[in-house]
């Protein structure tokens, strides 16, 4: 199985001047995603990338496109939204590639380019596991909820109060 995460770029690496656009599709070698909603392996990945050459280094700008597969946290409903994930990652072809004031730092570590190849993989489960919402609802994804009546996961009914919790009305004069 191949992944449509993996890019060969020898020719840039050998003298590429101009930026490659390519798009790759493919299943996912792996479940990408929180425990809720993910990109279930298998599925099938659309990757639309542009690859620019920066000397030493090459610079990833794409978009990757997935069916996600999850549950709503209220109504525990299906959801199988389809979504669109960018990632901007550059990857380091040498160890001389300039990374920062301290080279010694694992901070701001690169990724490198492996036998003339990059895998966005890491990138994607970086991306998806920051953008993906912790607790999934319907209307995360522009749809309605098929039970109201439950309350949303955080337990916030949606209904204002103005009752001040007694532990902390003493500092209401401080204001």
């Known amino acids: ?7 060969d770029c020898a020719a840039l690496l050998r003298g590429g001047l101009m930026p490659e656009t390519r798009t790759q599709t493919g299943p996912s070698p792996a479940r990408i995603g929180i ?5 279930d392996e298998g599925e099938e990945v659309s990757v639309a990338a542009t690859l620019t ?5 090459i610079m990833v700008d794409a978009d990757v496109t997935a069916k996600l597969t999850g549950q709503c946290a209220r109504c525990l409903d299906a959801l199988h939204p389809e979504r669109t994930f960018h990632i901007n990652e550059v990857f380091a072809a ?7 004031d301290d080279p010694d730092s694992e901070e701001d570590e690169l990724p490198m380019v492996v036998d003339n190849r990059i895998d966005l993989l890491q990138s994607v489960i970086d991306v ?3 953008e993906l919402p912790f607790n999934p609802t319907c209307q995360d994804f522009g749809l309605e909820c098929s039970d109201d009546e439950v309350p949303a996961p955080d337990g916030v009914s949606g209904e204002e109060n103005d009752l001040i919790d007694p532990r902390w009305a003493g500092l209401e004069k401080f204001k």
Not at 1 to 7: A, C, K
Not at 35 to 39: D, G, K, L, P
């Open 1 to 7: 199985m191949t992944s449509p995460f993996i890019f």
């Open 35 to 39: 425990a809720m909603m993910a990109i």
């Open 53 to 57: 050459p920066l000397g030493e280094g």
């Open 94 to 100: 040498s160890a001389d590639f300039i990374q920062g």
């Open 128 to 130: 998806v596991g920051l």
